[in-house]
Nanobody, 125 residues
Framework: VQLQASGGGLVQAGGSLRLSCAAS????????MGWFRQAPGKEREFAAA????????VYADFVKGRFSISRDNAKNTVYLQMNSLNAEDTAVYFC???????????????????WGQGTQVTVSS
């Protein structure tokens, strides 16, 4: 599967952005999906994930109810709605797809098999 992330940009603190990740192919619903981010000089970190059906979601602690992950299997797309953004949210955001049948959802990078190219989110304070 190929993943194309979009929707990043420059936003003021307190603002919102909605990231999208479009997947190629006809088996999108067979993948659990996740969003990760990497700030300059820092390691990539988990942000949010969603199961194949969309029935289960998990979030990193730093999200604190500000982000919401969703998916539309008919459109082969996963979304990350980000609200109340602050300067610490500035990073490149990556979407990822996991295919292992024994796993319902993933919280670490090694759970995922395919990665998008990333989209830059910059929050000005």
């Amino acid at each position: 599967v190929q993943l194309q992330a979009s929707g990043g940009g420059l936003v003021q603190a307190g603002g919102s952005l909605r990231l999208s990740c479009a997947a190629s192919g006809r088996t999108f619903s067979s993948y659990f999906m996740g969003w990760f981010r990497q700030a300059p000089g820092k390691e990539r970190e988990f942000a949010a994930a969603i199961s194949r059906s969309g029935g289960t979601t998990v979030y990193a602690d730093f999200v604190k109810g500000r982000f919401s992950i969703s998916r539309d299997n008919a459109k082969n797309t996963v979304y990350l709605q980000m609200n109340s953004l602050n300067a610490e949210d500035t990073a490149v955001y990556f979407c990822a797809a996991g295919s292992r049948s024994y796993r319902n959802i993933g919280r670490v990078s090694n759970d995922y098999d395919y990665w998008g190219q990333g989209t830059q989110v910059t929050v000005s304070s």
